[in-house]
């Protein structure tokens, strides 16, 4: 068998797909977050209700959400260079994987914070709390639960389209399954890569959802 | 002295392609100290009104003033700072449920930028009164209705406010669990001086704790004045259905035996506490049987509705109308 041919390309591999998840994940949810409070405020029944605002938002999460991530990847190759020096490797799919996973972010976080009652919304505005306050110290914390389901679904989905990227030589799980596995007709490889993914993207699931059962005070 | 004045206020809820007008002429002053009583239907305006107090809502017309300051005048701060003098409960709690319960009442006094030791002493204080210390570490959902009121009571109490806002706080909850709060309600209006506005729909707890009221019925106030007074003589339609019974105009549920004579007795509060009924049975020495009884003692009058079946014997009948009609009771045959 060719398991142990080369332990140190899977581990190297797994890496590279933790790093690319885990940044692009991190980075997307500093962008996203404050999208989505800004959709869920400027909406009909939002903090500042602002269409115009909304509208524009809305749209822009919208185009990005619809443009594939292979095209979009391809597309911005000229800024991903600007940003992070390279077109390859698993430090150029940082950019297109946040430019994909922001705007999914920001409806995930809009759609957790209009989970929360408005009832709890007024009573917070009746003690003279600050819309600011109202978001951090309301809307995000009672929407923790849920903010932590949709990112289990978040994370999850990057990993996979970061495995998408190994198509374009970015490194990671998905780089090693194309160039051995589909590339080379070797079987054994391709299929052990995609063992791995899976056990990864579960781990990833379970924590997540985890700690959004333990956190979730409502039970 | 008034410490909150409402005056000539109007408001309209606009729509797609509709206007409606939730609250008009409206004109109400409540005393310092005082429990007030908002009352009337579902709809009828009373949780828009309350929540123009402290500018949940803003006035389509009109102004309020919270200790002669209009609050329609104020900035963005200064309106936060005036609701922080205002304490609001609501009907379902509205409390923060990822929050225990300490948390839950310190909330007001973070966001009010208070020192922590102190917000820490002042949230055990106010829970020791609602009577639910050992409760600091529970969580909204291990509460039941009544527990989850009065953590809502001690956090609107956490900024000291002058006044506080119930909007219909013990609709949610089972006749013990309201007196319960109501009892709480008046023990911080008594012991802390706070001025309590309480909206319902329902008249008992009206007739429990407060002390002047004010009938909301289709946008208006159709009648206010003290509670007793109100009790004793209700003025508007809405107000005699609210006080009289919901049954009024409706088919009270008894049984009535055919061609039974049967009297509705209204008792509209001329009455002082006499045993009507007794006295008639003793009078015409016959008996009755009581098929509906809805009546209340206010102010040591008697409020409401008893409904009577008659003896066949015309005569006795006769003779027991002549002795309702002596004792001034508002009868008729149903
Ligand atoms: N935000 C709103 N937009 C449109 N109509 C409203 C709004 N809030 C209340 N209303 C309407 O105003 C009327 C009074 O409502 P409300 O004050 O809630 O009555 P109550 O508390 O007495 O049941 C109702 O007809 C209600 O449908
Ligand atoms: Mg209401």
Not at chain 2, 1 to 11: D, Q, S, T, V, Y
Not at chain 2, 89 to 112: A, C, D, T
Not at chain 2, 258 to 277: Q, V, Y
């Given at each position: 068998?060719?398991?142990?041919?080369?332990?140190?390309?899977?581990?190297?591999?797994?890496?590279?797909?933790?790093?690319?998840?885990?940044?692009?994940?991190?980075?997307?949810?500093?962008?996203g977050?404050?999208?989505?409070?800004?959709?869920?405020?400027?909406?009909?029944?939002?903090?500042?209700?602002?269409?115009?605002?909304?509208?524009?938002?809305s749209?822009?999460?919208?185009?990005?959400?619809?443009?594939?991530?292979?095209?979009l990847?391809?597309?911005?190759?000229?800024?991903?260079?600007?940003?992070?020096?390279?077109?390859?490797?698993?430090?150029?799919?940082?950019?297109?994987?946040?430019?994909?996973?922001?705007?999914?972010?920001?409806?995930?976080?809009?759609?957790?914070?209009?989970?929360?009652?408005?009832?709890?919304?007024?009573?917070?505005?009746?003690?003279?709390a600050?819309?600011?306050?109202?978001?951090?110290?309301?809307?995000?914390?009672?929407?923790?639960?849920?903010?932590?389901?949709?990112?289990?679904?978040?994370?999850?989905?990057?990993?996979?389209?970061?495995?998408?990227?190994g198509?374009?030589?970015?490194?990671?799980?998905?780089?090693?399954?194309?160039?051995?596995?589909?590339?080379?007709?070797?079987q054994?490889?391709?299929?052990?890569?995609?063992?791995?993914?899976?056990?990864?993207?579960?781990l990833?699931?379970?924590?997540?959802?985890?700690?959004?059962?333990?956190?979730?005070?409502?039970? | 002295?008034?410490?909150?004045?409402?005056?000539?206020?109007?408001?309209?809820?606009?729509?797609?392609?509709?206007?409606?007008?939730?609250?008009?002429?409206?004109?109400i002053?409540?005393?310092k100290?005082?429990?007030?009583?908002?009352?009337?239907?579902?709809?009828?305006g009373?949780?828009?009104?309350?929540?123009?107090?402290?500018?949940?809502?803003?006035?389509?017309?009109?102004?309020?003033?919270?200790?002669?300051?209009?609050?329609?005048?104020?900035?963005?701060?200064?309106?936060?700072?005036?609701?922080?003098?205002?304490?609001m409960?609501?009907?379902?709690?509205?409390?923060?449920?990822?929050?225990?319960?300490?948390?839950?009442?310190?909330?007001?006094?973070?966001?009010?930028g208070?020192?922590?030791?102190?917000?820490?002493?002042?949230?055990?204080?106010?829970?020791?009164?609602?009577?639910?210390?050992?409760?600091?570490?529970?969580?909204?959902?291990?509460?039941?209705?009544?527990?989850?009121?009065r953590?809502?009571?001690?956090?609107?109490?956490?900024?000291?406010?002058?006044?506080?806002?119930?909007?219909?706080?013990?609709?949610?909850?089972?006749?013990?669990?309201?007196n319960?709060?109501?009892?709480l309600?008046?023990?911080?209006?008594?012991?802390?001086?706070?001025?309590?506005?309480?909206?319902?729909?329902?008249?008992s707890?009206?007739?429990?704790?407060?002390?002047?009221?004010?009938?909301?019925?289709?946008?208006?106030?159709?009648?206010?004045?003290?509670?007793?007074?109100?009790?004793?003589?209700?003025?508007?339609?809405?107000?005699?259905?609210?006080?009289?019974?919901?049954?009024?105009?409706?088919?009270?549920?008894?049984?009535?035996s055919?061609?039974?004579?049967?009297?509705?007795?209204?008792?509209?509060?001329?009455?002082?506490?006499?045993?009507?009924?007794a006295?008639?049975?003793l009078?015409?020495?016959?008996?009755?049987?009581?098929?509906?009884?809805?009546?209340?003692?206010?102010?040591?009058?008697?409020?409401?509705?008893?409904?009577?079946?008659?003896?066949?014997?015309?005569?006795?009948?006769?003779?027991?109308?002549?002795?309702?009609?002596?004792?001034n009771?508002?009868y008729?045959?149903?």
């Open positions: 068998m060719f398991l142990a041919i080369d332990l140190s390309l899977y581990i190297t591999a797994i890496k590279e797909t933790l790093f690319m998840t885990f940044v692009s994940s991190f980075i997307s949810y500093v962008i977050i404050p999208l989505g409070v800004l959709l869920y405020s400027t909406a009909k029944d939002g903090l500042t209700p602002n269409s115009a605002v909304y509208n524009f938002l749209l822009l999460v919208n185009i990005f959400r619809s443009i594939p991530f292979l095209i990847l391809i597309l911005i190759l000229p800024i991903t260079r600007v940003l992070v020096g390279t077109t390859i490797g698993a430090k150029a799919v940082i950019p297109p994987l946040v430019f994909s996973a922001s705007p999914y972010i920001a409806r995930m976080v809009e759609s957790s914070l209009k989970e929360v009652d408005l009832g709890v919304i007024e009573a917070a505005k009746s003690m003279g600050t819309n600011f306050q109202i978001i951090t110290k309301v809307l995000l914390s009672e929407s923790k639960p849920s903010l932590l389901i949709g990112a289990a679904i978040t994370i999850t989905t990057i990993l996979g389209y970061s495995a998408m990227a198509a374009v030589g970015g490194g990671g799980l998905g780089d090693v399954a194309i160039r051995y596995g589909y590339y080379r007709y070797n054994d490889i391709m299929l052990i890569t995609v063992v791995l993914l899976v056990i990864i993207v579960q990833i699931q379970e924590l997540f959802m985890g700690i959004a059962r333990k956190s979730d005070k409502r039970l | 002295m008034a410490i909150i004045e409402i005056k000539n206020l109007k408001k309209v809820f606009t729509t797609k392609n509709d206007k409606l007008v939730a609250l008009q002429d409206i004109n002053s409540i005393e100290g005082e429990i007030f009583g908002i009352i009337g239907l579902s709809g009828a009373k949780s828009t009104l309350v929540r123009m107090i402290n500018f949940l809502e803003r006035p389509t017309e009109g102004d309020v003033y919270f200790e002669n300051k209009n609050i329609g005048t104020l900035n963005a701060k200064e309106l936060r700072n005036i609701r922080k003098e205002i304490g409960i609501f009907q379902n709690f509205n409390l923060l449920e990822q929050k225990n319960v300490l948390k839950n009442v310190l909330f007001p006094l973070e966001i009010s208070a020192e922590k030791e102190t917000s820490i002493k002042k949230a055990k204080e106010l829970l020791e009164l609602v009577d639910l210390s050992d409760k600091e570490k529970s969580y909204p959902s291990q509460l039941s209705g009544g527990q989850k009121q953590v809502a009571i001690a956090r609107a109490l956490a900024t000291n406010p002058k006044v506080l806002l119930c909007d219909e706080a013990t609709s949610a909850l089972d006749p013990k669990t309201t319960q709060i109501l009892n309600l008046k023990r911080i209006n008594r012991e802390l001086g706070v001025t309590v506005v309480i909206i319902t729909h329902q008249m707890v009206i007739e429990n704790i407060c002390d002047r009221v004010a009938i909301l019925d289709q946008s208006r106030v159709v009648e206010m004045g003290a509670v007793n007074e109100v009790f004793k003589a209700p003025k508007s339609d809405i107000g005699k259905k609210l006080i009289f019974g919901a049954t009024e105009n409706k088919d009270v549920d008894f049984e009535k055919n061609n039974k004579t049967c009297l509705r007795l209204a008792f509209d509060g001329s009455m002082t506490n006499e045993p009507i009924i006295d008639m049975v009078t015409t020495k016959h008996s009755v049987s009581i098929l509906y009884a809805n009546s209340r003692m206010i102010d040591g009058k008697m409020l409401g509705q008893i409904i009577i079946e008659l003896p066949d014997d015309k005569e006795i009948q006769l003779k027991m109308k002549q002795f309702l009609d002596s004792k009771i508002i008729w045959e149903v």
